[in-house]
C-alpha cells in the first residue's frame, strides 16, 4: 500500500469510528435527504426522447411531496428542486449539513445491452461485479464536469480514471452499512411489488455521492432509459408517480422500524 492509499485507508477509519458514535446516538427519524441524480449541463444517461436528469428531478418532487404530505414529522430536504447542476460533493454536504438520517440518490441507469433492464439499489460498498463497477464509474464521471474537481479536497485526489479509485474509498460507509442495507432491500422489495419493472436485487459500488454522507444512504437505479420497456414507465406521469409511492412505502417501513427500535445513547442531537 502506498502513502496515498495508507492515508486515504486511516481517513476512512477515523470517519467511521467517528461515525459510529454518531449512530449510536440517533434515535429518531425526522430528516431525510432527497437527491436527484445529475441536472444543469449534465444530462445523465438518454434514451429516446427521455433524459435522466428530468426523470429522476420528477421521481424526487413526487416522493418528497409523498412524504410532506404523510409523514409530518419528518422534515424533507432536496438537493435541487429544479434543473441545476450541483457537485457530487456538495450533495453530500447537504446531507451533512441537515444531519439527515436517511439519504436516497435516485438516478436512471442505461446499458449498450438494449436488453437490460430493471431496477437496482446500491448500497456503497466494494466492487463485487464488473457491471456494478461500470455503474459506479459511469455516475462518479460526472465529476469530469465539473471545473475544479482536482483542486476540490473532499474529494482527496479522487481520479476518476483509476480503476483502484473506485474502490479505495468504500470503507467510508462501514458504520451504517447494516441500515443502507435493510433500507435498499426494503426499496427492492416494494419495486417487486408495486412496479411492473424487474428488480435486479440489491448491490454494492463505490458511488462519489454517498462516499461522504454520515448517515445510511442508497443510489436507486429506478430503471434503464436504453430499455424501451423500461423507459415507457419511467416516461410517463403514471409510471413515476409508481416509482415514487414504491419508494415512499420504503421509507415507511424503514422509519417504522427505526422508530421502534432506537439505538442506544439518548436523543438525537
Known amino acids: 500500500m502506498n502513502k496515498r492509499n495508507l492515508i486515504l485507508f486511516l481517513a476512512c477509519l477515523t470517519v467511521t469510528i467517528t461515525s459510529f458514535n454518531t449512530v449510536e446516538n440517533k434515535n429518531l427519524f425526522d430528516i431525510i435527504v432527497i437527491d436527484a441524480g445529475h ?19 420528477s421521481i424526487a418532487l ?13 422534515k424533507v430536504v432536496y438537493t435541487r428542486k429544479t434543473d441545476k447542476f450541483i457537485e457530487l460533493s456538495e450533495r453530500s454536504n447537504i446531507a451533512n449539513k441537515n444531519s439527515a438520517d436517511l439519504f436516497i440518490s435516485i438516478h436512471c441507469n442505461a446499458n449498450d445491452n438494449k436488453e437490460a433492464n430493471g431496477t437496482e439499489t446500491y448500497l456503497m460498498g466494494l466492487h463485487k461485479m464488473e457491471g456494478n463497477l461500470e455503474v459506479s464509474k459511469r455516475e462518479n464521471n460526472v465529476i469530469l464536469l465539473e471545473e475544479n ?38 426499496v427492492e422489495s416494494e419495486f ?7 428488480s435486479r436485487g440489491v448491490k454494492e459500488a463505490g458511488f462519489l455521492v454517498l462516499w461522504r454522507t454520515a448517515m445510511p444512504g442508497v443510489l436507486i437505479e429506478t430503471g434503464f432509459l436504453s430499455s424501451e420497456s423500461d423507459r415507457k414507465t419511467l416516461s ?7 416509482m415514487a ?23 438525537k442531537k
Do not use: W
Not at 413526487?62 to 419528518?74: A, Q
Not at 417487486?192 to 424487474?198: N, W, Y
Open 39 to 57: 441536472g444543469g449541463h449534465d444530462p445523465g444517461c438518454n434514451g429516446g426522447n427521455s433524459k435522466e436528469k428530468e426523470v429522476t428531478l
Open 62 to 74: 413526487k416522493l418528497g411531496k409523498l412524504i410532506e404530505d404523510s409523514l409530518k414529522d419528518v
Open 149 to 186: 474537481y482536482k483542486t476540490n479536497k473532499s474529494y482527496e485526489g479522487y481520479d476518476p480514471n483509476s480503476p483502484a479509485a473506485h474502490i479505495i474509498f468504500s470503507l467510508m460507509q462501514n458504520a451504517y452499512r447494516a441500515q443502507s442495507i435493510k433500507f435498499a432491500g426494503l
Open 192 to 198: 417487486k411489488t408495486k412496479s411492473k419493472l424487474k
Open 236 to 242: 410517463k406521469d403514471s409510471g413515476q408517480v409508481i
Open 245 to 267: 409511492n414504491a419508494i415512499f412505502n420504503a421509507v415507511k417501513k424503514y422509519k417504522t422500524s427505526t422508530v421502534a427500535t432506537p439505538a442506544a445513547g439518548g436523543a
